[in-house]
């Protein structure tokens, strides 16, 4: 009998052994399941950090050359100046629709600070003041990358010939890319 005893005494720890064993594995499992799921996360983390790192010195690269091939086009003596080379020797951003050979098309234009949507007319009797945005798309490898020119244009009261600027200048390039979408 005391070996019946002892015997039905153990078999009250077993079961709740296995169970603490059972339960103890599950969530050593489960931990190891987690652990691989956040490597996995921190290296598609990776990836993206990486692709956005490629994009962004292949923007500056782009941007870069298309300065190069707006000097280069100078040396050849095609263009009098940079300038030329983006809005050419027609002033492309004086019409809506037009295109220059370097491929930069009217973006927005702003006479006296106001938006102008038709084609440009001096206003009589004022200073008139252009801000010009010249825009230009480039494909690469599936990527459509966006070349913003500023261009500002300042001429003197009285003047109605689109060539004979007071002032003219560049005040900004911008490389992006087109329809930039956030990643989470």
């Known amino acids: 009998m005391k070996n019946l005893k002892k015997s039905s005494k153990n078999n009250g720890y077993i079961l709740p052994s296995i ?3 059972l339960t103890l594995l599950v969530w050593l499992f489960s931990m190891s399941l987690l652990s691989y799921r956040n490597e996995i996360d921190s290296l598609s983390f990776l990836k993206i950090s990486n692709d956005d790192y490629w994009i962004t010195e292949n923007l500056s690269t782009v941007a870069e050359y298309e300065v190069f091939k707006g000097n280069n086009s100078i040396e ?4 009098k100046d940079i300038i030329e080379y983006f809005e050419d020797k027609t002033l492309i951003w004086i019409d809506i629709n037009e295109t220059s050979k370097s491929g930069y098309k009217r973006d ?5 600070e106001k938006l102008i949507e038709d084609k440009l007319k001096f206003i009589p009797f004022t200073k008139n003041i252009f801000e010009i945005k010249l ?3 480039i494909d690469v490898e599936k990527i459509q990358i966006e ?3 500023d261009l500002f244009y300042e001429y003197l009261q009285g003047e109605s010939n689109f060539f004979k600027s007071y002032k003219r200048e560049i005040r900004g390039v911008e490389a992006r890319l087109k329809n930039e ?3 989470d």
């Open 19 to 21: 169970l603490f064993i």
């Open 76 to 79: 050849n003596g095609d263009y």
């Open 108 to 112: 927005t234009v702003k006479q006296n």
């Open 135 to 137: 825009v230009k798309i």
């Open 147 to 149: 070349i913003k020119i």
């Open 181 to 183: 979408s956030i990643r």
